[in-house]
């Protein structure tokens, strides 16, 4: 193999840089040429592309978000769009794909992989709902930027005997949320593989305040409903005054942790191994700390249960 691309799909997390530069100095190495696609499969279907050399990679290992920019695009999920995409990697003599990305992304390099195209995908995505790796990219950089912000709220929650409900992301994963109650010692976790009644946590919020604990944090996944919502219903079951942050998009950014950035550097170099060692078709993940590939078909047909030794964790804690 002599030439490769490299994109980054779907919602972007930190990682994808130091993921990036990890792929093209391995590929450097083996003196395979890369190129980055602008933007995702929109930027692949266009053709718009940046060479990448040793330097075009340099200075971005602490660099949040993605440089080579994502999107989503309606059109790839076509087969006309997944078509154009391979012609336009025969035109360019591109002959292997890495695609950085969720559920959704990978899905669009197993279609590519169907099409008979070579391609390896990387889990990148703060929901950690990807089977067959312990963590997806830019998940623990997000927890460490949710916890900084719990740290924050607990701290004017407590100065004014409020309930705060701090939403997070996930979509409907609740990964985030449960890792995040547990590691900033919040009281509650509302997620959507565990079944809560709101008028039990009531009671029990009800009973702290009246015990002197006056003060709480309920971490929301987004999955499971609004935060304005669960607010209001506590407010109008107990009285007490309750308010809402969402932490939205500041969870997705930020100079990526030292779990990351290693992470990244690991999967982008065991990629290209993938790639031109012909083990295409694959996902690279992280399995007890080893750098493992599995069939795309594999990843995509399973289902991730992460959750269940957080959940248990949380129960034991009386979360
Ligand atoms: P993520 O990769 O973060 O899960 P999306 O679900 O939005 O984000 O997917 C990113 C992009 O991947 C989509 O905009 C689309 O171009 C492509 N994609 C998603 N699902 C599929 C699919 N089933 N088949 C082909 N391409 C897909
Ligand atoms: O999939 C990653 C994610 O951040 C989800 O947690 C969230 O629901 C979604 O993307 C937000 O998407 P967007 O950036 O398009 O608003």
Known sequence: MKKIG???????????????????????????????????YLGLMKGDYLRLDSKAVSGIMHRGGTFLQSARSP?????????????????????????LGGDGSLSGALALKKLGFPVVGIPASIDNDIPFTDMSLGVDTALNNIIYAVDCIKDTASS????????????NSGYLASVAAIASGAEFALVPEREFDLSEICQQLRQRFEEGRDNAIIILAEGVA?????????????GFETRV??????????APTVFDRLLASRLGKKSVELLVSGNHG??????????????????????????????????????
């Open 6 to 40: 490299i994109l980054t799909s779907g919602g972007d997390c930190s990682g994808m840089n130091a993921c990036i530069r990890s792929a093209v100095r391995t590929a450097l190495r083996l003196n395979v040429e890369v190129v980055g696609f602008k933007k995702g």
């Open 75 to 99: 059109e790839f999920r076509t087969t006309e769009g997944q078509q154009n995409a391979v012609k336009m990697l025969s035109e360019l003599g591109i002959e292997g794909l890495i695609v």
């Open 160 to 171: 004014h005997a409020r309930a705060f409900v701090i939403e997070v992301m996930g979509r």
């Open 226 to 238: 609004k935060g304005q919502d669960i607010a209001d219903s506590i407010k109008d079951a107990i």
């Open 245 to 254: 942050t969402v932490l939205g998009h500041y969870q997705r950014g930020g």
């Open 282 to 319: 694959m996902m690279a993940g992280l399995s007890c700390n080893t750098i493992l590939a599995t069939p795309l078909e594999d990843v995509l047909k399973g289902e991730k249960r992460p959750q269940d030794e957080m959940l248990r964790l949380a129960e034991v804690l009386g979360i």
